[in-house]
C-alpha cells in the first residue's frame, strides 16, 4: 500500500510574501494555496481560541486582487513555542478547506491563483 499518495485534488502553489489572509481576529501569510484550500500562519496572542470554521478574506499586497469571507473549514493546526522567550506571543499554522463558495467568490480565486502562478513564472 503506497502511503505516500498526493490526497489533494488541487496542485498547491507557494505563496509569494505579497499575500495575506484577514479574518475578523487575525491578520496573518498565506503559506501556500490551491483552490481547494491554503496554509496561513499568524501570531497567536494568549487566550486565542480556533473555531473549526471561519470565513477568510485575501488580498495582495498590490492591492488589486481581494476576495472577501470565503467559508474555510480548519483541517489541521500547529501552534509553536513562543517567539521570544520573554513574551507569550507564538504563532499557529492553520490549514483550511474552502466550502460552500459561491460562484463569483470561485471566479475571484481562480483568477488568484492564476495571478499567483504567472508572478511565479515571472520571476523565474
Known sequence: MDTNKERR?????KSLDNIVA???MNLGSVINMS???????????????LKKSLKISLLNNEGDQYI?????K??????SGPILPSTDLSTREVGVRFTNLSSSQLTKLSDFVVHRLFTLKSKE
Request: glycine share 8%; charged share 20%.
Open 74 to 79: 480548519v483541517v489541521s493546526s500547529t501552534d
Open 68 to 72: 472577501d469571507n470565503l467559508p474555510c
Open 9 to 13: 485534488q488541487h496542485h498547491r502553489f
Open 35 to 49: 483552490m481547494g484550500g491554503m496554509r496561513i500562519k499568524y501570531l497567536l496572542r494568549p487566550g486565542d481560541s
Open 22 to 24: 484577514l479574518n475578523n
